[in-house]
């Protein structure tokens, strides 16, 4: 069996499993579909992980259960995450596994000035975010180690991003992008290996079990200077950048589900949204890797 089970084979889902491979640790992949990097100390499995008897059996004498895994879409967490999260409790109790689970912001809510560090409430009024404050209360309540492990927008390679969504394409075509967000706020940006770096770290430090901590990220930049960034580092010409009216996807919302969705999230990008994750960083001794070195190694996968 694999000292190491991870749900997920995005891209934290992969980071965490090439992290663990370097230290030659087995490494269990569970997906739908098979997926996940090919190497030798890799076992891809392509099961359904919110199968709790399933996820307990391909679990079974596992160190640590990682949960990577996100719904693609908005529309789908109420239908798809409960069941997940109740099946990774489950196979964890059951194989008296630590479980390590990845997470946003979204639990917070919008709070004054925009400030997040690892002691601030959980006080998210929309339903995304209730669902995720419920989701971890679940894991806490449960009688199991576990940890939660809170980052930012993604930045790096294969990240699903403001870049691979808007800024890329319209980069690759030389055009304007729309950004739903203002232009000018400053916003943290997590690069997804130091989030896998911090759950390999954290799942395996018992200091770090019982409660939430933060990935250490970059200064927060504004979407205006991290679009010239980008620009620079696929050595192309900065691009125009045209901020969408707040009301737009509000109004789209009204007949559009992920429009209605995306907009009960718009705090985030029209106002400022600083991650610190100080106490972390003390605490376990973990770095944040140079914003400009991420958006190289996103660029370059990107246009592979």
């Given at each position: 069996?694999?000292?190491h ?23 269990r992949m569970?997906t ?47 239908r ?9 409790i ?7 596994a630590?479980?390590a ?9 919008e ?6 560090d ?8 929309g ?10 209360e ?5 009688g199991?180690?576990?940890v ?16 691979s ?9 030389g ?5 739903p ?7 943290t ?6 989030m896998a ?15 939430a901590?933060?990935?250490p990220?970059p200064p ?29 996807m ?9 429009a209605?969705e995306?907009a ?6 029209y106002a400022?949204f ?7 960083a003390?605490t ?10 991420a958006?190289r190694?996103q660029?370059?996968?990107i246009?592979?």
């Amino acid at each position: 069996m694999a000292d190491h089970v991870i749900i997920g084979a995005g891209s934290i889902g992969t980071n965490v499993a090439r992290l663990l491979i370097e230290r030659g640790e087995s490494v269990r992949m569970v997906t739908r579909s098979g997926s996940g990097p090919d190497h030798p100390l890799i076992e891809r499995v392509a099961a359904d992980a919110s199968a709790a008897a399933r996820l307990t059996e391909l679990s079974r004498d596992a160190k640590v259960i990682y949960h990577c895994a996100n719904p693609p879409s908005y529309t789908t967490w109420e239908r798809l995450l409960p069941p997940l999260q109740t099946a990774v409790i489950a196979a964890a109790k059951a194989n008296d596994a630590v479980l390590a689970l990845t997470a946003g912001l979204y639990a917070y809510g919008e709070q004054p000035g925009g400030q997040m560090d690892e002691h601030t409430p959980m006080a998210a009024t929309g339903r995304k975010g209730r669902l995720r404050k419920r989701l971890w209360e679940q894991s806490l309540n449960a009688g199991i180690r576990t940890v939660e492990v809170r980052g930012s927008d993604y930045i790096g390679k294969d990240a699903a991003s403001l870049y691979s969504m808007i800024i890329g394409p319209a980069l690759e075509k030389g055009r304007a992008a729309w950004i739903p967000g203002h232009l000018d706020m400053p916003h943290t940006f997590t690069c997804n290996r130091d989030m896998a770096t911090a759950l390999v770290t954290l799942a395996q430090d018992e200091r770090a079990w019982g409660r939430a901590w933060h990935v250490p990220s970059p200064p927060a930049i504004t979407i205006r200077e991290l679009a010239q960034r980008y620009a620079a580092a696929a050595g192309k010409p900065p691009i125009k950048l045209i901020q969408l009216p707040r009301f737009v996807m509000r109004a789209a919302g009204v007949f559009v589900p992920i429009a209605r969705e995306i907009a009960e999230m718009d705090y985030q990008w029209y106002a400022p949204f600083r991650l610190d994750a100080t106490e972390t960083a003390r605490t376990f001794g973990l770095t944040t890797t140079d914003l400009d070195v991420a958006l190289r190694d996103q660029v370059g996968a990107i246009a592979v």
